[in-house]
């Protein structure tokens, strides 16, 4: 299950089941504990979305000093909404051009690396492997969801690092829920792949709309990739529903902030 906790200012879910793994260190911030003021009131991440970037930059001091980190410890991406996977396999990884690269999804054997996802209705997803020591962060909107983006994560801790699904555990963030997340027929249509789309969509009296369960269909991928079903935990909190505790980009029409996740291996 997940609790709400608090170091210093700041506010975050964190997974019970995940507190006989001390070597990890993984939080979902909550809005709360930052300096910003409405619409982005108070811990948002991201300069994208108007916010002054000495806010933002204050921000993420907070959130290094909250969690006893260093900020070049934060290892930050550039969601695209896509299906990119960087793999960042024991060396350290630099930009070619210096700025965040752009994927939505980070996995990683380098202990002392926190792999942030930032969202705002989307769907955080993190994992870890007990026994290979390697961690991932997973961004999954609706366009990363049909293109199975967590599935293929779990796949690649298989591929790239030996991992066992049996091994892996999983955690399906804070994130819109089915009760808030009404979409198109280009959604539904978009998610035709999905083995369980019948079960995710709930036809509404509008024709051509239904309410999407997005944290669900990213937790069934998971298990189609293997990881068994009580290796994973998922929030069941509507980032919309509960507006004062997280960010939601419908529910606040498009202009709020952005919210921390992030998953690390303290080495």
Known sequence: MFVLKKKGSVEYFAVTDWNSYPAITH??????????????????????????????????????????????????ISQ?????????????????TGRPPEYDAVITNRPGLALCILTADCV????????????????????????????RVATM?????????????AAVGP?????????????????????HREELFSPQVTAGRWKLDLPLANRRQLEEAGIPGENICTANLC????????????????TTGRLLNFIMWNG
């Not at 806010?55 to 290892?75: E, K, T, Y």
């Open 27 to 76: 939080a979902f911030c909550t809005r709360r504990g930052g300096i910003s003021a409405a619409p982005y009131a108070s811990l948002n991440m991201s300069r994208k979305e108007g916010e002054a970037e000495a806010n933002v930059s204050a921000n993420w001091d907070i959130a290094a000093a909250a969690f006893g980190l260093a900020g070049r410890q934060f290892f930050r």
């Open 80 to 96: 695209v909404h896509g299906e990119g996977i960087l793999v960042i396999d024991g060396e350290r990884f630099r930009s070619p």
């Open 124 to 151: 955080p997803v993190l994992m870890f492997d007990r026994t290979k020591r390697v961690v991932a962060a997973v961004h999954a909107g609706w366009r990363g969801t049909a293109l199975n983006i967590s599935g």
């Open 157 to 169: 801790f298989r591929e790239r690092f030996g991992s066992r699904p049996e091994d892996l555990l």
């Open 175 to 195: 994130a819109i829920g089915p009760c808030c997340y009404e979409v198109d027929e280009a959604v539904y249509g978009a998610m035709a792949g999905h083995p």
């Open 239 to 254: 980032t919309s529903c509960h507006r004062g505790l997280f960010f939601s980009h419908r529910g606040e029409g498009g």
